[in-house]
């Protein structure tokens, strides 16, 4: 499997809709999701076999290997990537969610310098289980309570973290009568967009998206070539016949990707154990010990995901379904899980129907796990990374990180 990276930059507002079920009022979403962006290219090899032949569309070959076969092309969601001011602007490619256990204060919420800093309790949460106490940390800036710091993405730069959002704004559009081409009276809507720019300033930055297509070897090339050629050619979203959706796509020549999944378990396995030793010089004896033999990863939610347990949904990543999802067979238990939950449902604009209202897991859950046999996990963990967990997860769902190195981030050195 090969890589694609894609930059997206919004050249004018999108109109990216978030349809929750029984809603009234349809709510834009804080990113670019990958079935977005696959509809966008399918579309588009479509569009242009109506006119000219091109190898993806022939016959239907290349189509249907990358959308329907086997193995189809993964579109992973495109995150905000923008850093900097105007002049100096730095675009981040390894975009990531915040994990469900990170917490700031309640006062300043949010990274260093400018606030209160951010830490993760994963582990400490561990401990205080395993010692028989509560975990019920405060602020190590101001000593106050702490909360979730309401943060979704973000990355790290010269060893410094920066939070990455977008901005967003109604545009209100009057209705047309269709036999006399006027305005229709009393017909008034609003639709939420994303902004095409930041408002700010008399040279406002733009707004780029970071994405990432996981494509076979044998299609990647063609599928980049394709892109590439066709960068001005995609618009995303809904209401593209009235000016909105327009992006310029940058994609990178396909890279052959394997993340190294060993090292990020032994790095928090030894933070891990670490940490356990911490607490026992404070509280003294455990209620359980930590077996020597035993190694500990995590698997972060990059992505809202659909997980399905024995044919019933669920939220939960359980270790049948881990031993499942990579053929693995060596043992696991499931140590701890924090999640929340959300429904969701949208539109499918090539049946023109309505999507299947679905009940997703949302993003920056977080599933501790604990094997004696680590050797047996690291190559198929590594897949996982690229593959995704759960359904459709060719259309972005599902994108999870093994071991973030936000939980090795305490209280006492918080970010």
Known sequence: MKQIQLQIKALSPLAIARQKPGGSVSEVEDYIPG?????????????QSDHQSTNLAENGGDFQALFLGDEPAIF????????????????????????????????????????NGVFDTLIDRFC??????????????????????????????????????????????????????????????SIEVLNESESKGKNPKPVIYSSAIVVTDALADALWQFIHARRYDFRLGGSTSRGLGKVEIKAKPPEDTKPNVEDKVKEFTHSLRKRWLEWNKIFGSPLKELSSDVMYFTLDLQADA?????????????????????????????????????????WNAAWGLMKDVELMTNKGAIYLFSTTQPNEWYEDLAKLELT????????????????????????????
Not at 82 to 101: E, F, K, Y
Not at 169 to 187: C, F, H, K, S, Y
């Open 128 to 189: 205080a289980e395993g010692y028989g106490y509560p975990y019920d940390p405060n602020c190590p800036t101001d000593g106050k309570r702490v909360d979730t710091p309401g943060i979704s993405f973000y990355s790290q730069l010269n060893e410094e973290y920066y939070k990455h959002e977008v901005n967003k704004r109604l545009l209100t559009r009057v209705g047309i009568n269709r036999r006399r081409a006027t305005a229709e009276e009393e017909i008034l809507y």
């Open 35 to 47: 079935t977005v962006i696959r509809g966008a290219v399918a579309a588009q090899i479509l569009q």
């Open 76 to 115: 992973q969601h495109a995150y905000p990537a923008v850093l900097g001011s105007h002049n100096d602007i730095v675009i981040q490619d390894d975009i990531r969610v915040l994990p469900a256990t990170a917490l700031s204060s309640k006062n300043r919420s949010g990274f260093k310098p400018e606030n």
């Open 388 to 415: 995704g967990i759960g359904d459709r997860t060719c259309e972005g769902f599902g994108q999870v990180l093994v071991c973030n190195d936000f939980h090795l981030v305490f209280r006492e050195n918080a970010v």
């Open 306 to 346: 659909i997980l399905t347990e024995q044919w019933r949904r669920t939220t939960v990543v359980s270790a049948t379904m881990l031993q499942q999802f990579t053929g693995v067979e060596a043992p696991l238990k499931l140590e701890a899980t924090y999640n929340s939950y959300d429904y969701r449902s949208g």
